[in-house]
């Protein structure tokens, strides 16, 4: 089951019942514990004005009792504050990821922790996904979490391509937006320790974003479309080469490490209302601590 879905139930239900207890229900229980022990009181009247102890002690404890939460109570009202700390914070704020394949490599390596901003592209409530506030769009080089158009069960990490009304054109391992080449600098290797491959690494300038790329040099140029390919009507294929016209309201996304990505090159477009966020901080990686910090 969705988590955004059972922790939005689990808080539901638990504020339910925190409220209950609160408004409802202590009440109750504090009048009905202090009836009794003023009853008690009140039968041994005598006792408790000539200073027995045992006496003034029991109706203190019969007060504490009757006016105790339930454990029941305790164990799943009682932990409403902080789910709806954690509710508010992963839906709202910032949602934690974990990294599963080295598709980004260079910038994110299988094992990387990440941070997702949830408002900067606008926030939406959870489950129903319904547009709450607006926000910016995302840019060019902008890396960023969505929901796999093939199956929105699953979330995808890429980086930004293509805007709306952009002309996107891989030819030859080469990247072309409206035309315009974006210029690759030779930055030595990158050694895949999953696939123990040594890759060539590049410093890409997407449109003014520079960051790190890796390519394979024994693999040729590929981009074929899959079966639910969301866009094939603005899009061309040719001898594994691929130039796309984005459409409104999406974006166009490929993988830093380009010959290991499946991508939109091969399933389409990502619609901007299946954006997760944007990724911005690496805050973990048990393997290697030193990759803690912001994502380029």
């Known amino acids: 089951m969705n988590f955004s879905l059972v922790l939005m139930l689990l808080t539901v239900a638990t504020g339910i019942i925190w409220c209950l207890d609160r408004f409802l229900w202590r009440p ?11 009853r008690f009181t009140e039968l041994n009247r005598s006792a408790i004005d000539s200073g027995e102890m045992s ?15 339930p454990k ?29 394949s080295g598709s980004m490599l260079p910038t994110l390596h299988s ?17 129903f996904n319904f547009a709450i506030t607006e926000g910016s769009a995302p ?9 796999y158009p093939l199956d929105e069960n699953v979330d995808f990490i ?19 937006v409206n035309g315009k080449l974006q210029e690759t600098t030779v930055d030595g290797t990158f050694f895949d320790k999953e696939t123990y491959t040594d890759l060539k690494q590049f410093d890409e300038n997407l449109d003014g974003v520079v960051h790190k790329i890796v390519e394979n040099d024994k693999v040729p140029s590929m981009a074929r479309p899959v079966q ?43 619609a901007r209302d299946k954006i997760v966020g944007h990724a911005f901080y690496i805050w973990l990686n048990i393997s290697d601590m030193s990759r803690i910090g912001s994502i380029h």
Not at 28 to 38: Q, V
Not at 112 to 121: C, G, P, S, T
Request: charged residues 25%; positive net charge; hydrophobic residues 40%.
């Open 28 to 38: 109750k229980r504090l009048a009905r514990a202090k009836e009794e022990a003023d």
């Open 55 to 69: 006496v003034i002690g029991e109706a203190q404890s019969i007060y504490q009792k009757l006016s105790a939460q």
């Open 72 to 100: 029941w109570i305790e164990y799943t009202g009682g932990f409403f504050p902080v789910i709806l700390f954690v509710f508010v914070i992963r839906s709202f704020l910032a949602e934690p990821f974990r990294i599963p």
């Open 111 to 127: 094992g990387d922790f990440i941070l997702v901003n949830k408002y900067e592209y606008g926030l939406r409530f959870p489950v």
């Open 139 to 147: 840019k060019r080089g902008d890396v960023i979490v969505f929901k």
């Open 158 to 176: 890429k980086r930004v391509i293509g805007v709306p009304g952009d002309e996107i054109r891989y030819v030859d391992k080469k990247l072309y």
């Open 228 to 270: 639910g390919h969301n866009g094939l009507n603005q899009c061309l294929y040719n001898m594994g080469d691929v130039v796309c016209r984005v459409p409104k309201d999406h974006f166009f996304v490929m993988g830093d490490n380009r010959d290991n990505s499946a991508d939109s090159r091969y399933w389409g477009f990502v």
